[in-house]
């Protein structure tokens, strides 16, 4: 087990957790219902699965999946290969999954830049794409000879004309250096409080206001491409309402289901990788007692680092 400073929260698991939380895992063998599989994790290959889950149960699909890199993930090495192979296997399980989706879903498919091509080619011959969002990773490594690379895209898509987003549960509060007045010396499109000057702005596709989970974040796990909580906390707020079932094909250490379960969503995923599915378990059990989520406070997304508080939030609205 690797050596952690005192500060260090990263998630550990101890040895003796391990047997009980996988026994909170599920795999499925017939069919099944979706009552069958809601608030559950499922430990399988996508594959072995993916016959076997309901009809039109899914209002939100949330997919991180591999990116066309090389890239080990636990006990499996995904490899680089050629555009178009890269889009046959995305179209091998996109088209099996889109008979789980209702005939109001959305659904959001995260990227790198140079997959992303690949992923709009497939999307577009099955969905609405809606739009592209792309965010600041801001741990991108430094290049000699090139630009650093430290963006993501997320394509936005919708199966129909019928969807729900409600912009207002996304809006970001932001802090205003130069505040305009009316005559009267009414702050003009802002809010003036004891604490500071700061005005709600509607979210655009460029987000830089996302930490990649560190160190001293308690959702820190040792997951190679994990997704920080506030960016998903996003998309769901966006897309979906309580209650609203959400999936996820590749939950790694569980950011989709955690942030689900902290918004009062109902949930699922799936993971072939024991390690990473003991981490989202013990995320979700955590998220029993703590419902926070940094940079979201009083149902408002804040700028990063603009509220002082925001890791010592009690609860998420």
């Not at 939380?21 to 608030?39: G, N, R």
């Not at 995305?90 to 790198?112: F, G, H, P, Q």
């Not at 918004?263 to 029993?288: D, P």
Request: charged content about 25%; overall charge neutral.
């Amino acid at each position: 087990m690797k050596e952690r400073a005192p500060r260090n929260q990263t998630l550990i698991i101890q040895e003796d957790e391990v047997s009980k939380l996988m026994a909170q895992m599920i795999s499925l063998e017939v069919p099944c219902s979706s009552k069958e599989i809601e608030d559950k994790l499922i430990y399988q290959d996508l594959f072995s699965c993916v016959n076997f889950l309901p009809e039109q149960f899914i209002d939100l699909l949330i997919i991180d999946p591999p990116y066309n890199l090389n890239k080990k993930f636990g006990n499996s090495k995904f490899s680089k290969t050629k555009f178009d192979l890269y889009e046959e296997w995305l179209e091998s399980w996109i088209t099996k999954l889109k008979r789980c989706l209702k005939s109001n879903a959305s659904l959001y498919v995260c990227c790198d830049w140079q997959s992303s091509k690949s992923v709009q080619t497939v999307l577009e011959r099955h969905f609405i794409i809606r739009n592209r969002v792309t965010w600041e990773r801001e741990k991108g490594r430094g290049a000699n000879s090139n630009w650093k690379n430290c963006s993501e895209d997320i394509w936005f898509c919708t199966v129909s004309n019928d969807y729900y987003f409600d912009v207002e549960s996304v809006k970001l509060k932001r802090k205003v250096i130069a505040p305009y007045r009316h005559l009267s010396g009414e702050p003009k499109d802002w809010e003036e409080t004891t604490s500071g000057n700061y005005r709600l702005t509607h979210p655009s596709n460029l987000w830089t206001d996302i930490s990649i989970p560190f160190w001293s974040m308690p959702e820190n796990t040792d997951h190679p491409t994990q997704k920080p909580e506030k960016l998903i906390a996003k998309l769901i707020l966006a897309s979906s309402k309580p209650n609203d079932f959400i999936f996820d094909p590749f939950f790694g250490s569980g950011t989709t289901c955690v942030v689900a379960k902290k918004l009062q969503r109902r949930f699922s995923g799936v993971e072939q990788e024991s390690e990473y599915c003991q981490m989202a378990i013990k995320r979700l059990n955590r998220a029993e007692l703590d419902n926070t989520i940094q940079g979201y406070h009083d149902g408002y997304f804040w700028e990063r680092n603009s509220l002082a508080v925001q890791k010592q939030v009690k609860s998420v609205k």
